[in-house]
């Protein structure tokens, strides 16, 4: 086996070292120009193009990575089927016993290039933790959270946790704002007030739908508000607004806002 | 207007069921310039004019108002008026009110202001802003219902964008339509008309609006607005490339040709917008004072062309609205047009702003360019700023209007 293997490498001359050094170089340079110009781009046009161009950086990283492997094999080992299944097969095995964990997220990067579950711009939630996709690496992903921290999640979450996108790829996601009402009041009256605090919302994407939903809990009057704010990344300015000015429009109106916590059952009669 | 026959006068007033309007589409090879404008300004490059124009911009002089009045004289709405009379009376049968469109600055207002003064229809004033927050009816209870026709030719200014601001403009059109109101016309910006769309019940009859005014209507129309002090013929040139665009004289030949079929495509359409800016360009040679001639190029026209030379000084350049994060700006102009101009404190009300953001905003605005203060008080988005701002509405996403 040992034997195969060293057989399968050729010599490298310093002729063949300079052209490996150059693909490297080459490919390390378009990864970065790729990773620097897109989304320098993307921030300065609105709406799905943004999108498009935030997706294209890990699909375009991904293609000069395997140009520059597929540039680089043929000069460091004989290509035939022999030989190839015999290094790959080492390598994989090393991989599998040494770095599992990095090599799982290595091929659920890739995973995650083809089926995008994610891609920049994306508003997931993944293991809890919910933010803006902006940066898709090889290994990892990176979200801005609401409260601008930098978290970084392995692809290999992809296997074991559900990823939530609330955008999917789109300029626009849903908003939920709650308000609570004490009971006895005119339902139909709230609905419509809130209905129109999300029209004469300036942030709403007016084309999409609104709508209320209320439910009746011990305590009164849960009322959601859903709208789609125009752009993903004013959704909490936009919830801000709605919850604002959807609290003035109800006091306006003499809605009484339930305060209390939930009442307690009955105490059971005494025997 | 008076040299005109009747014929030319109905193609210039024609009063178009909204779908049917006929946006003036941009000369090819000014569209594919003004592309490349974009293209280097996405990259943070500045404009850089290679040409030399034909006469330099400090070698020329604006004109007093007296005499930009004579050669721009306010638009005479008695024909346009007439032309609505025209279509009201063949398209009433049944329809108790009818809406017309347009476009801020193109001048449906004053027409149907025209049109009222002509067939003495009684005129309604928007309800004040506190009156429309107020939700009373006072306003409604006190419309003239027993009046022969009546017009309110600025629906855009009897509604807010706010919670209780739409109450009282729903009621109106649904009174409107039912034909409790009885017979009359509604005008209303194009702005107003996209949003009340979406949050009210408009009348079912598609609105009416006046055709675009394409190259060829604005070179009658211009023609129309030089007055009658002029006596000598008056030939209006680029003072970019030195070509003639519009002649006035006894034959009135000439089109305008590209430029002011760009200026048509610029304005999409809109008369009083293309008329402000046509005004604004208005140049004249200091030795000359606009009452002689540039001889040379008189001589290059013919003994025809010889007479005064107005100069066009080159279209202003649209304000540069910080576009990408600066989502502030968009707000201020998207309330501003979808109101047609509000004072600053109701601006302020309506926007999920602090207020002072929002004074910043409307000065780094005016100071820009794109706004303009008008005299009763409104705060609305300027005719050179209108193209820049309608732009950035729509790239980032906000509704816009249909013209």
């Not at chain 2, 009897?158 to 409790?180: D, F, I, N, T, Y």
């Not at chain 2, 001639?293 to 025809?304: I, L, S």
């Not at chain 2, 010889?306 to 994060?325: C, H, K, M, N």
């Amino acid at each position: 086996m040992q034997e195969t293997l060293t057989n399968s490498f050729r010599s490298l001359g310093l002729g063949t070292l300079l052209e490996l050094g150059l693909i490297l170089a080459a490919a390390v340079v378009l990864v970065l120009v790729v990773q620097k110009t897109l989304p320098w781009l993307a921030n300065r046009v609105r709406g799905r193009r943004r999108y498009v161009l935030l997706a294209m950086v890990p699909l375009l990283r991904l293609v000069i990575i395997i140009g520059a492997f597929l540039l680089m094999v043929p000069r460091v080992i004989d290509p035939s089927v022999q030989n190839m299944v015999a290094v790959f097969g080492s390598l994989g095995l090393a991989l599998g016993f040494a770095l599992k964990d990095y090599a799982s997220s290595l091929v659920a990067g890739i995973v995650a290039v083809g089926e995008a579950p994610y891609r920049n711009g994306d508003w997931v939630e993944i293991d809890g933790v919910y933010g803006e996709v902006t940066h898709v690496g090889v290994r990892a992903l990176q979200l801005v959270t609401a409260d601008d921290n930098l978290v970084t999640i392995p692809h290999q979450k992809l296997w074991t946790d559900p990823v939530s996108n609330a955008n999917n790829g789109g300029p626009q996601l849903q908003c939920a704002v709650d308000f609570h009402l004490r009971p006895g009041h005119d339902g139909a009256l709230v609905a419509s007030a809130l209905y129109d605090v999300a029209l004469t919302s300036p942030l709403l994407a007016i084309e999409r739908a609104v709508a209320v939903v209320a439910e009746e809990q011990p305590w009164g009057t849960r009322y959601r508000l859903r709208a789609y704010p125009i752009d993903a990344r004013q959704q909490f300015r936009f919830m801000t607004d709605l919850t604002l000015r959807g609290k003035a429009e109800l006091l306006r109106l003499g809605m009484e806002f339930a305060t209390t916590s939930p009442a307690p059952d009955p105490e059971p009669p005494a025997s | 207007m008076d040299t005109q026959d009747p014929s030319e006068e109905l193609q210039l007033w024609e009063l178009v069921p909204l779908d049917d309007y006929a946006l003036p589409q941009t000369p090819a090879a000014r569209a594919a310039k003004a592309r490349w404008v974009s293209l280097r300004r996405l990259f943070g490059g500045r404009r850089e004019d290679v040409d030399a124009p034909a006469k330099e911009e400090t070698d020329l002089h604006g004109l007093w108002a007296e005499q930009r009045d004579g050669l721009v004289m306010p638009i005479d709405w008695t024909d346009g008026a007439e032309a609505l009379e025209r279509r009201l009376t063949k398209a009433d049968a049944g329809q108790s009110v009818c809406c017309v469109v347009g476009p801020p600055r193109s001048g449906h207002t004053d027409l149907l202001e025209c049109w009222a003064e002509r067939w003495v229809v009684r005129c309604i004033e928007p309800p004040a802003h506190e009156d429309i927050l107020s939700g009373g009816r006072d306003w409604l209870d006190a419309w003239p219902v027993d009046a022969h026709r009546w017009v309110l030719p600025r629906l855009e200014h009897c509604w807010l964008r706010h919670p209780a601001g739409l109450a009282l403009v729903r009621e109106l059109l649904e009174r409107a339509s039912s034909g409790r109101l009885g017979r009359g016309v509604i005008g209303c910006d194009s702005w107003a008309w996209a949003y009340l769309r979406q949050v009210a019940a408009l009348p079912s009859r598609a609105p009416l609006t006046l055709q675009a005014f394409d190259g060829l209507r604005l070179a009658t129309l211009f023609r129309a607005l030089v007055g009658p002090s002029s006596t000598r013929p008056v030939c209006f040139r680029n003072a970019v490339t030195g070509k003639a665009v519009l002649s006035i004289d006894g034959e009135q030949d000439g089109n305008g040709g590209s430029d002011l079929q760009y200026l048509a495509a610029r304005t999409r359409g809109s008369v009083g917008l293309a008329r402000e800016l046509w005004r604004g360009r208005l140049r004249a040679e200091p030795h000359t004072d606009s009452d002689s001639g540039d001889a040379e190029a008189a001589k290059e026209e013919g003994p025809d062309a010889e007479g005064t030379t107005i100069w066009l000084a080159a279209p202003p350049e649209d304000p540069v609205l910080t576009s990408g994060r600066d989502d502030e700006l968009a707000l201020v102009l998207h309330a501003l047009l979808l109101h047609n101009g509000l004072p600053d404190q109701v601006l302020a009300e309506l926007l999920p702003l602090p207020r002072f953001r929002v004074q910043g905003v409307v000065e780094r605005l005016t100071a820009a360019g794109a706004l303009a203060e008008m005299p009763d008080g409104r705060r609305r988005v300027s005719a050179a700023g209108y193209a820049a701002a309608r732009e950035l509405l729509r790239a980032q996403g906000f509704l816009v209007d249909d013209f």
